[in-house]
């Protein structure tokens, strides 16, 4: 089963906090796994660690005892769907990974979904798609001028295609509400690069869950 991604925008959607999800095309689910943890802003190396099948509730439950609190750590549940790998992160991801580039090297394409939905800034949910290295489309999804949203970033003529769609929905539009302008959002940016993420197993199903931990 695939589905889009405009789920994402629902309150909690995946968990309390919020949602980091990675997609990638040309990675496996292993590979995905390995890219991101070299990402992570930390002075130690950090590894794979696979702990089996997970729930995203079991794996939160996981990171309880290995760690104290989840937020002191951070795991990913991984699959596949609709021609994308996928890796979502649960636990102490805020701020943590730094830029995607690298993991798009060789070829790679790259789409990073990421809400802080409890911080009480509060930073709208934001949006990147990187190839080869190279960025070619980014905005904030709340498409929010306070935050700084000057158009869509990136390669120019991606930039601006993706950015013809959104202003053909009417946006921005400071007088929609904000989940609204999220979800409408997604669904641009979902059909503009053809993703898919499959709500049922990542909700209430079942994933090969790893921890990215100090080497």
């Known amino acids: 089963m695939t589905d889009g991604t405009t789920w994402l925008a629902a309150p909690q959607s995946i968990a309390f906090g919020g949602y980091h999800v990675v997609l990638a ?11 991101l943890a070299a990402t992570l802003l930390y002075e130690a190396e950090h590894i794979v660690v696979a702990v089996g099948e997970h729930t995203g509730d079991s794996l939160l439950d996981l990171m309880d ?59 709208p949910p934001q949006f990147e798609y990187f190839h080869d290295g190279r960025l070619l489309s980014a905005c904030n999804l709340h498409l929010d001028v306070s935050w700084g949203y000057q158009g869509v970033d990136g390669e120019p003529a991606t930039a601006a295609r993706l950015q013809q769609l959104l202003t053909a929905a009417g946006l921005p539009d400071p007088e929609r509400d904000k989940r609204e302008v999220h979800r409408t959002a997604l669904g641009i940016v979902e059909e503009f690069f053809g993703l898919s993420l499959p709500k049922g197993p990542i909700v209430s199903g079942t994933l090969s869950a790893v921890l990215l931990e100090p080497a």
């Open 65 to 123: 005892n290995t760690y104290g609190d989840s937020f002191d750590g951070i795991g990913l549940r991984l699959g596949r769907a609709g021609g994308w790998t996928y890796a979502v992160a649960y636990g102490g991801w805020p701020g943590e990974f730094g830029p995607l580039t690298p993991v798009s090297r060789d070829g790679a394409h790259v789409c990073l979904l990421e809400y802080e939905e409890e911080n009480g800034k509060p930073v």
């Open 25 to 35: 095309r040309g990675l496996s689910p292993e590979e995905l796994a390995d890219r």
